[in-house]
């Protein structure tokens, strides 16, 4: 099966900082790849879709690049409501998630 | 408006098996292409798909989980069912019920829509 990696696990930044995720699949999945955001309590909600894709509805301060084995979630300036948690998700071959990337406000 | 909601019971035993609806709205299983999923997580843990179920009764299974699972739906009540037998303590979480997207590779697919999740302990 195609394993995912976030780095990193935990991430502290403030408020207009510019943050970068990374996500790594085990193998190639092309562009085969969403990003989510999940508030505690909450269920995950759709941010990023096709590597690069921003789903309706989203800040255009998020962004995704990346291909075959490495992707980046970039958030371009964080504001106060952007602190969660994301996770990655392959859907090149069945579907797995990252372990997910935590981020507190420093 | 697509809107997913999930029920069934927040306590069970071990062995005993498990029954969740979806009951949705805002699409149809009469259209080509519409599928539902289930994902669980764990507390304090990522996210887990198990499968899919698709318009055309076609069922997709995490081919890495033990076979615990079946999936049916109600297409005039627009409702899902998952059913997952002999419950272990490990298969606490909180489960969601989701609208597929996505290509006609239907083992594959992201969720733009999600249930609020519905917590499920399992204990003797």
């Known amino acids: 099966d195609i394993q995912m990696t976030q780095s990193p696990s935990t991430l502290s930044a403030s408020v207009g900082d510019r943050v970068t995720i990374t996500c790594r699949a085990s193998?190639?999945?092309?562009?085969?790849l969403a990003w989510y955001q999940q508030k505690p309590g909450t269920a995950p909600s759709l941010l990023i879709y096709?590597?690069?894709t921003l789903e309706s509805g989203v800040p255009s301060r998020f962004s995704g690049s990346g291909s075959g084995t490495e992707f980046t979630l970039t958030i371009s300036s964080l504001q106060p409501d952007d602190f969660a948690t994301y996770y990655c998700?392959?859907?090149?071959?069945?579907?797995?998630f990252g372990q997910g990337t935590k981020l507190e406000i420093k | 408006q697509i809107t997913l909601k999930e029920s069934g019971p927040t306590l069970v035993k071990p062995t005993q098996t498990l029954t969740l609806t979806c009951t949705f709205s805002?699409?149809?299983?009469?259209?080509?292409?519409?599928?539902v999923g289930w994902i669980r997580q764990p507390p304090g843990k990522a996210l887990e798909w198990l499968l899919f179920i698709y318009w055309d009764d076609d069922n997709r299974y995490n081919p890495y989980l033990k076979s615990r699972f079946t999936i049916t739906k109600d297409t005039s009540n627009n409702q899902v069912v998952l059913t997952m037998s002999n419950m272990d303590p490990v298969d606490t979480a909180t489960y969601y019920c989701?609208?597929?997207?996505?290509?006609?590779?239907?083992?594959?697919?992201?969720?733009?829509?999600w249930g609020q999740g519905t917590l499920v302990t399992v204990s003797s």
């Open positions: 805002g699409f149809s299983f009469s259209s080509y292409g519409v599928g």
């Open positions: 998700q392959q859907y090149s071959s069945y579907n797995t």
């Open positions: 989701v609208y597929r997207r996505g290509s006609t590779n239907w083992n594959s697919g992201y969720f733009d829509y």
């Open positions: 193998q190639s999945i092309s562009n085969w």
């Open positions: 096709r590597a690069s």
